[in-house]
């Protein structure tokens, strides 16, 4: 298998090019009953092109190198460079094909193929090279068809001899195919000449078909000699796959094979990583849990690219192109798929969009070409070629195309996608995977160069880290990776344990053993079903599972002599757990006794009771009596007589209370009196507040007449106080308004500002968050595109091709588009670039970035314009005394007189005693500057403050900078201060004509 199915590639000189799966099959005793082999995805391209630097299937080089002269001449066999489908790549001699070629039949035979069909096999071979050298030319006539070039008539009949069939026929069945008319007699047929490309295609496809229908047969040859002898009852399977691969080109065969490794990647992480830790969940450990990544993004992704391929297969003109562009256009935001032209390798830059693409694996980024895809994925020949082969002389061949049926005649190859059958194949081996128990074996390369003494540290990290097995470690340091049954462990000692110690729980026995051996607590953990140990101790538990008998004596001697201490110690336990007990009983019965004094001391409460609620009831009447004398005292009409009821009421509660202090009244009897004496005092209770009621209507009457006289007074002087405060009003309204007008411009420039400061900020907010966005976005890249220059410069270092480094990357994907330094554009620039760029995403930059720049002029054209606003209103005036000469002119219209404007306001001086006491503070505005001021403190005496006679201990600030136009409610009038003023002693008050406004 190894001749037929191994090759020399880049990074192996002896390269599996098919997966296998094996499996040796058991009898119930354990004794090999058999074994059977399963093939997945041999790689057919090889078989008619390799790149320069490796070679074809080794079986082809062995066969050239090591068959004798007369062997040759039998299957006509020639030179390595006579064939071009060996000349492509590079043959080498540490191979030591010569040697192995004899060990090759030996193997044939062995597994029981006569020396004829072994010959026939060679045979097939040679005709498969033969094949590789047959070229096509257009024919010339007028039906556009090809034929067999001059120079390839020799290897036709080479060919046609190896196979044992008719190189006329070969020939026809290779430049045309056999069609089937529609109208005419079923079964009319006639054949259609192929063009040169599709005569090379059909020679391809049967060098391909044939070489694989032979490994096929040889697979089931090795099969056959493996029968199962017996029914089996197990087996063990080993499955050797082609790892991830990645090369200069990567086409459809590579594609599957990292498909199949996605796929194997998933079941380890679900094996290894998510099954243990449900484990754990289960058995109740309390691990921490361990993040892992997941590739089912990645799996998907290539399964919707295998059903666009086969989809693509049925169209009448299917083309890789448009395939490539359908799958681009069905994910284009998905993070796993990019175009080619992002590569990291300067050789992939080159391509277009529609001849390949690229799929973040998770092991790295790996650029596929879909060139030939469509043939790669079909796995039939045209119905002639395939009867061709039935009717071959040679019995092997014709055994090879057995499966075929009657003669099928259609206008196309029928599509039988490999893509499909490779993943239903896959799918079944999961499913055994899945069903049996499986451990892993990876394979790190520890360089580049097949090296036996380097080791390259950082690729093979980066291996490991990309296999999952960094976060396997992890996931071990911190679980318990060993483990065994409770039951699993008692039953090892059981036949040897002592008849006091059989009967122990397997639990509570392995806990003693445990201790017995002085195994930490921190090494181990207990499960429900399970014991688990930390990393690191197999050594505890070797010991634990040796089972020989001196072993097993002295663990169960400990176990026994841990026990025995047990006991002593819980002896120990008892005896003070007694003497602990024997104080509770004394305390018991104290506390006995204290129940029963509460007993008694209930029963006398509960005899004793009626009489203590009787006294309790007319201790309250007596507090209503009291009530009722206070009502009686402020009846004006008829006190005494009311008086003399309530005081006959207190002396019947007075006998009636030492009547139940004595016990003459029976206790039965005791509620009915109650009652009676709670209706008397009710009744009297009535009676006195009717009394009161009536005496309060006489006495509303008379104040209502009295009420009435003063109404009319008071109507006289409200009419003309209401005069006096309807001017006052006035006054206050007009005041007001003005104060209203200016704190609402005040305002509107306010909420203008805090509008701008808020669009500002959340301008901000935004672009602080795109920022975030953009550095998470792009830390995630970083770590993806680590991988592919690692991915790279492997690549680059196998094929002597040149990495692109990141800054050049950004720079042939931007073009001659400054993208990043457009802030530095001109405003022409930008606006050419809106109206004349088809580049979607330039256009749309440089709209940002123009919108970016009118906002910024409008805010600062609004902000210059308000600050001049600011510097004409807030101009401070000058004193009269500096203010330079004013000259009016007799044109110019007179100036507004000042206003008088007074205000009130409290305050808190921090030297009072009482903090919530507050004074006043008054003032006297006449224009801008304070004309008077008055101070009125709680705990001394007022203070009155003239302008020009105490300017230093008076207000020095204008109207406006004080803030008391804004206060609403602190405005008063001028009489109310001047009444304050003259109450305080404050003298008259006159304004100067020379004084400063």
């Given at each position: 298998?190894?001749?037929?199915?191994?090759?020399?590639?880049?990074?192996?000189?002896?390269?599996?090019?098919?997966?296998?799966?094996?499996?040796?099959?058991?009898?119930?005793?354990?004794?090999?009953?058999?074994?059977?082999?399963?093939?997945?995805?041999?790689?057919?391209?090889?078989?008619?092109?390799?790149?320069?630097?490796?070679?074809n299937?080794?079986?082809?080089?062995?066969?050239?190198a090591?068959?004798?002269?007369?062997?040759?001449?039998?299957?006509?066999?020639?030179?390595?460079?006579?064939?071009?489908?060996?000349?492509?790549?590079k043959?080498?001699?540490?191979?030591?094909?010569?040697?192995?070629?004899?060990?090759?039949?030996?193997?044939?035979?062995?597994?029981?193929?006569?020396?004829?069909?072994?010959?026939?096999?060679?045979?097939?071979?040679?005709?498969?090279?033969?094949?590789?050298?047959?070229?096509?030319?257009?024919?010339?006539?007028?039906?556009?068809?090809?034929?067999?070039?001059?120079?390839?008539?020799?290897?036709?009949?080479?060919?046609?001899?190896?196979?044992?069939?008719?190189?006329?026929?070969?020939?026809q069945?290779?430049?045309?195919r056999?069609?089937?008319?529609?109208?005419?007699?079923?079964?009319?047929?006639?054949m259609?000449?192929?063009?040169?490309?599709?005569?090379?295609?059909?020679?391809?496809?049967?060098?391909?078909s044939?070489?694989?229908?032979?490994?096929?047969?040889?697979?089931e040859?090795?099969?056959?000699?493996?029968?199962?002898?017996?029914?089996?009852?197990?087996?063990?399977?080993?499955l050797?796959?082609?790892?991830?691969?990645?090369?200069?080109?990567?086409?459809?065969?590579?594609?599957?094979?990292?498909?199949?490794?996605?796929?194997?990647?998933?079941?380890?992480?679900?094996?290894?990583?998510?099954?243990?830790q449900?484990?754990?969940?289960?058995?109740?450990?309390?691990?921490?849990?361990?993040?892992?990544?997941?590739?089912?993004?990645?799996?998907?992704?290539?399964?919707?690219?295998?059903?666009?391929?086969?989809?693509?297969?049925?169209?009448?003109?299917?083309?890789?192109?448009?395939?490539?562009?359908?799958?681009?256009?069905?994910?284009?935001r998905?993070?796993?798929?990019?175009?080619?032209?992002?590569?990291?390798?300067?050789?992939?830059?080159?391509?277009?969009?529609?001849?390949?693409?690229?799929?973040?694996?998770?092991?790295?980024?790996?650029?596929?070409?879909?060139?030939?895809?469509?043939?790669?994925?079909?796995?039939?020949?045209?119905?002639?070629?395939?009867?061709?082969?039935?009717?071959?002389?040679?019995?092997?061949?014709a055994?090879?195309?057995?499966?075929?049926?009657?003669?099928?005649?259609?206008?196309?190859?029928?599509?039988?996608?490999?893509?499909?059958?490779?993943?239903?194949?896959?799918?079944?081996?999961?499913?055994?995977?899945?069903?049996?128990?499986?451990?892993?074996?990876?394979?790190?390369?520890?360089?580049?160069?097949?090296?036996?003494?380097?080791?390259?540290?950082?690729?093979?990290?980066?291996?490991?880290?990309?296999?999952?097995?960094?976060?396997?470690?992890?996931?071990?340091?911190?679980?318990?990776?060993?483990?065994?049954?409770?039951?699993?462990?008692?039953?090892?000692?059981?036949?040897?344990?002592?008849?006091?110690?059989?009967?122990?729980?397997?639990?509570?026995?392995?806990?003693?053993?445990?201790?017995?051996?002085?195994?930490?607590?921190?090494?181990?953990?207990?499960g429900?079903?399970?014991?688990?140990?930390?990393?690191?101790?197999?050594?505890?538990?070797d010991?634990?599972?040796n089972?020989?008998?001196?072993?097993?004596?002295t663990?169960?001697?400990?176990?026994e002599?841990?026990?025995?201490?047990?006991?002593?110690?819980?002896?120990?336990?008892?005896?003070?757990?007694?003497?602990?007990?024997?104080?509770?009983?004394?305390?018991?019965?104290?506390?006995?006794?204290n129940?029963?004094?509460?007993?008694?001391?209930?029963?006398?409460?509960?005899?004793?009771?009626?009489?203590i609620?009787?006294?309790?009831?007319?201790?309250?009447?007596?507090?209503?009596?009291?009530?009722?004398?206070?009502?009686?005292?402020?009846?004006?009409?008829?006190?005494?007589?009311?008086?003399?009821e309530?005081?006959?009421?207190?002396?019947?509660?007075?006998?009636?209370?030492?009547?139940?202090?004595?016990?003459?009244?029976?206790?039965d009897?005791?509620?009915?009196?109650?009652?009676?004496?709670?209706?008397?005092?009710?009744?009297?209770?009535?009676?006195?507040?009717?009394?009161?009621?009536?005496?309060?209507?006489?006495?509303?009457?008379?104040?209502?007449?009295?009420?009435?006289?003063?109404?009319?007074?008071?109507?006289?002087?409200r009419?003309?106080?209401?005069?006096?405060?309807?001017?006052?009003?006035?006054?206050?309204?007009?005041?007001?308004?003005?104060?209203?007008?200016?704190?609402e411009?005040?305002?509107?420039?306010?909420?203008?500002?805090?509008?701008?400061?808020?669009?500002?900020?959340?301008?901000?907010?935004?672009?602080?968050?795109?920022?975030?966005?953009?550095?998470?976005?792009?830390?995630?890249?970083?770590?993806?595109?680590?991988?592919?220059?690692?991915?790279?410069?492997?690549?680059?270092?196998?094929?002597?091709?040149?990495?692109?480094?990141?800054?050049?990357a950004?720079?042939?994907?931007?073009?001659?588009?400054d993208?990043?330094?457009?802030?530095?554009?001109?405003?022409?620039?930008?606006?050419d670039?809106?109206?004349t760029?088809?580049?979607?995403?330039?256009?749309?930059?440089?709209?940002?970035?123009?919108?970016?720049?009118?906002?910024?002029?409008?805010?600062?054209?609004?902000?210059?314009?308000?600050?001049?606003?600011?510097?004409?209103?807030?101009?401070?005036?000058?004193?009269?005394?500096?203010?330079?000469?004013?000259?009016?002119?007799?044109?110019a219209?007179?100036?507004?007189?000042?206003?008088?404007?007074?205000?009130?306001?409290?305050?808190?001086?921090?030297?009072?005693?009482?903090?919530?006491?507050?004074?006043?503070?008054?003032?006297?505005?006449?224009?801008?500057?304070?004309?008077?001021?008055?101070?009125?403190?709680?705990?001394?005496?007022?203070l009155?403050?003239?302008?020009?006679?105490?300017?230093?201990?008076?207000?020095?600030?204008?109207?406006?900078?004080?803030?008391?136009?804004?206060?609403?409610?602190?405005?008063?009038?001028?009489?109310?201060?001047d009444?304050?003023?003259?109450?305080?002693?404050?003298?008259?008050?006159?304004?100067?004509?020379?004084?400063?406004?």
């Amino acid at each position: 298998m190894e001749a037929f199915g191994n090759a020399q590639t880049v990074r192996n000189k002896n390269s599996s090019r098919f997966g296998k799966f094996m499996q040796v099959h058991f009898n119930k005793t354990g004794e090999i009953v058999g074994g059977h082999i399963s093939t997945y995805l041999l790689e057919k391209s090889r078989i008619v092109h390799q790149s320069g630097t490796e070679r074809n299937y080794h079986i082809f080089y062995r066969l050239i190198a090591g068959a004798s002269e007369e062997m040759k001449k039998q299957i006509s066999l020639k030179s390595i460079g006579d064939y071009k489908c060996l000349a492509q790549g590079k043959s080498s001699s540490e191979m030591c094909d010569a040697e192995q070629f004899p060990t090759i039949s030996e193997a044939m035979e062995c597994i029981g193929i006569p020396s004829s069909d072994i010959l026939e096999i060679y045979k097939i071979v040679s005709g498969l090279m033969a094949f590789s050298n047959v070229e096509f030319v257009d024919s010339g006539d007028s039906r556009g068809g090809s034929k067999v070039s001059p120079e390839s008539m020799d290897w036709i009949e080479t060919a046609a001899s190896c196979l044992s069939l008719e190189a006329d026929d070969l020939r026809q069945s290779l430049t045309s195919r056999l069609m089937q008319t529609k109208n005419l007699k079923k079964g009319t047929t006639y054949m259609v000449p192929l063009k040169k490309k599709e005569a090379n295609h059909n020679r391809n496809g049967l060098c391909i078909s044939l070489y694989t229908r032979l490994f096929n047969h040889i697979v089931e040859q090795i099969n056959k000699s493996l029968p199962l002898t017996e029914k089996s009852n197990s087996y063990i399977g080993v499955l050797d796959i082609a790892g991830f691969e990645y090369f200069e080109l990567n086409s459809f065969e590579q594609f599957c094979i990292n498909y199949c490794n996605e796929k194997l990647q998933q079941f380890f992480n679900s094996r290894v990583i998510r099954e243990e830790q449900e484990l754990y969940k289960a058995e109740n450990l309390g691990v921490t849990e361990i993040q892992f990544s997941d590739n089912q993004d990645c799996i998907e992704l290539i399964e919707r690219g295998l059903i666009l391929l086969d989809e693509e297969a049925k169209l009448p003109q299917s083309d890789e192109k448009h395939f490539t562009r359908l799958l681009h256009d069905q994910n284009r935001r998905h993070f796993r798929l990019q175009v080619p032209r992002k590569s990291k390798l300067s050789s992939y830059r080159s391509m277009l969009d529609e001849e390949g693409f690229i799929v973040r694996h998770y092991a790295g980024a790996v650029c596929y070409n879909t060139e030939g895809w469509l043939d790669r994925n079909s796995d039939t020949l045209h119905s002639s070629l395939e009867q061709l082969m039935l009717t071959s002389d040679s019995g092997l061949v014709a055994l090879l195309y057995s499966d075929i049926d009657d003669v099928k005649v259609s206008k196309k190859m029928v599509h039988d996608s490999v893509g499909g059958k490779f993943k239903k194949q896959l799918n079944i081996l999961l499913e055994k995977l899945q069903s049996t128990a499986t451990s892993f074996i990876r394979c790190l390369k520890p360089n580049q160069h097949m090296s036996p003494t380097e080791f390259e540290g950082g690729k093979v990290l980066n291996q490991l880290t990309s296999l999952g097995m960094v976060t396997a470690l992890e996931l071990m340091q911190a679980g318990f990776p060993s483990r065994v049954a409770f039951q699993d462990l008692y039953d090892m000692y059981s036949s040897k344990l002592p008849a006091k110690l059989k009967s122990l729980h397997p639990r509570v026995f392995c806990s003693a053993l445990f201790r017995a051996i002085g195994m930490s607590p921190n090494d181990y953990r207990f499960g429900v079903t399970k014991i688990f140990f930390r990393p690191g101790k197999f050594a505890e538990v070797d010991l634990l599972l040796n089972s020989s008998t001196e072993h097993l004596k002295t663990m169960i001697y400990k176990v026994e002599k841990w026990v025995l201490c047990q006991r002593w110690r819980r002896m120990q336990f008892a005896i003070l757990a007694y003497n602990k007990w024997n104080k509770i009983a004394i305390w018991r019965i104290k506390a006995i006794v204290n129940i029963q004094k509460n007993a008694r001391m209930w029963s006398a409460r509960k005899h004793y009771q009626p009489r203590i609620k009787g006294v309790r009831a007319i201790r309250d009447s007596m507090t209503k009596i009291v009530v009722m004398i206070d009502i009686a005292q402020n009846i004006k009409y008829e006190r005494e007589l009311v008086l003399q009821e309530i005081e006959e009421m207190r002396g019947f509660l007075v006998s009636e209370m030492k009547q139940l202090k004595a016990g003459q009244v029976h206790t039965d009897l005791i509620t009915q009196k109650l009652e009676e004496i709670e209706d008397q005092v009710k009744r009297l209770l009535e009676k006195v507040r009717e009394t009161q009621d009536s005496d309060k209507l006489r006495q509303i009457q008379e104040d209502m007449e009295a009420e009435r006289k003063r109404n009319e007074e008071l109507e006289r002087l409200r009419r003309v106080e209401e005069d006096r405060l309807t001017e006052e009003r006035r006054i206050k309204r007009e005041l007001e308004e003005k104060r209203l007008r200016e704190l609402e411009e005040q305002m509107k420039q306010e909420e203008e500002e805090l509008k701008r400061q808020e669009a500002e900020k959340d301008r901000i907010d935004r672009e602080k968050k795109q920022r975030e966005e953009e550095e998470r976005e792009e830390a995630l890249k970083k770590e993806q595109e680590e991988r592919d220059r690692m991915i790279a410069l492997s690549i680059s270092e196998d094929n002597k091709a040149s990495v692109i480094k990141e800054e050049d990357a950004k720079k042939d994907t931007k073009g001659n588009l400054d993208r990043n330094n457009i802030k530095d554009w001109k405003y022409g620039e930008l606006r050419d670039c809106i109206n004349t760029s088809c580049d979607v995403e330039l256009l749309e930059i440089a709209r940002e970035e123009f919108h970016r720049r009118l906002k910024a002029y409008q805010g600062w054209k609004s902000k210059n314009i308000q600050k001049k606003k600011k510097k004409v209103e807030a101009k401070p005036d000058l004193p009269m005394s500096e203010a330079p000469p004013v000259t009016i002119s007799p044109s110019a219209k007179p100036t507004e007189p000042p206003q008088h404007r007074l205000f009130k306001v409290p305050f808190v001086y921090p030297s009072y005693r009482n903090p919530s006491v507050r004074g006043w503070w008054y003032a006297h505005f006449y224009g801008k500057w304070i004309a008077r001021q008055l101070e009125i403190h709680p705990e001394k005496a007022p203070l009155c403050f003239v302008a020009g006679k105490d300017d230093l201990k008076m207000c020095e600030l204008q109207l406006q900078e004080t803030g008391l136009t804004k206060r609403k409610g602190s405005e008063i009038t001028l009489k109310e201060f001047d009444d304050l003023w003259v109450c305080c002693g404050g003298g008259p008050y006159t304004v100067r004509a020379d004084r400063p406004q």
